[in-house]
C-alpha cells in the first residue's frame, strides 16, 4: 500500500528538505557534471563532483574556511547517489563543518537557477 500523499517523505541522517535549507545562510555544492553545472546551478554554488574533485575541493575548503557555514550538497532529482558521495568525502576533509544533502534534489524548473 502506498503511503497518502500528506505523508512526508522519510528523510534520513544528513540530509535536508528544500523547504527547511533555505532557512539557512548556506554553501550550496553542486554535484553534478561540469556540462549541467555550466547550464544551469543554484545562484552562488560552487561545482564539486568526483571527476573534478582534486581540482575543485580547494575552493570549497577555502571558501569554507573564509566563512564557516552549513554546506549543502545537491544533484539531480531522483536517486542521485553523487550528493552523498560528495558529502561523505567532504566529511572527510572539513571534519567540523556540518553538511547536508538536499532531499530530492534540484533542477533549473526548481528555481533559484543562475
Same mark, same amino acid.
Given at each position: 500500500?502506498?503511503?497518502?500523499?500528506?505523508?512526508?517523505?522519510?528523510? !534520513?541522517? /544528513?540530509?535536508?528538505?528544500?523547504?527547511?535549507?533555505?532557512?539557512?545562510? !548556506?554553501?550550496?555544492?553542486?554535484?553534478?557534471?561540469?556540462?549541467?553545472?555550466?547550464? !544551469?546551478? $543554484?545562484?552562488?554554488?560552487?561545482?564539486?563532483?568526483? =571527476?573534478?574533485?582534486?581540482?575543485?575541493?580547494?575552493?570549497?575548503? /577555502?571558501?569554507? $574556511?573564509?566563512?564557516?557555514? &552549513?554546506?549543502?550538497?545537491?544533484?539531480? &532529482? /531522483?536517486?542521485?547517489?553523487?550528493?552523498?558521495?560528495? %558529502?561523505?568525502? $567532504?566529511?572527510?576533509? $572539513?571534519?567540523?563543518?556540518?553538511?547536508?544533502?538536499?532531499? =530530492?534534489?534540484?533542477?533549473? %524548473?526548481?528555481?533559484?537557477?543562475?
Amino acid at each position: 500500500m502506498a503511503d497518502a500523499p500528506w505523508s512526508p517523505a522519510e528523510i !534520513a541522517a /544528513g540530509e535536508i528538505r528544500q523547504v527547511d535549507a533555505r532557512a539557512l545562510d !548556506a554553501f550550496w555544492i553542486d554535484a553534478r557534471s561540469d556540462e549541467d553545472y555550466a547550464a !544551469a546551478h $543554484l545562484l552562488e554554488a560552487l561545482s564539486l563532483n568526483p =571527476e573534478n574533485w582534486d581540482l575543485q575541493i580547494m575552493n570549497v575548503i /577555502g571558501a569554507w $574556511l573564509e566563512q564557516p557555514r &552549513p554546506i549543502i550538497v545537491y544533484c539531480q &532529482p /531522483g536517486e542521485c547517489g553523487t550528493s552523498r558521495e560528495i %558529502a561523505d568525502r $567532504l566529511r572527510e576533509n $572539513l571534519a567540523d563543518a556540518e553538511i547536508y544533502t538536499l532531499l =530530492e534534489g534540484w533542477s533549473p %524548473a526548481k528555481g533559484g537557477a543562475e
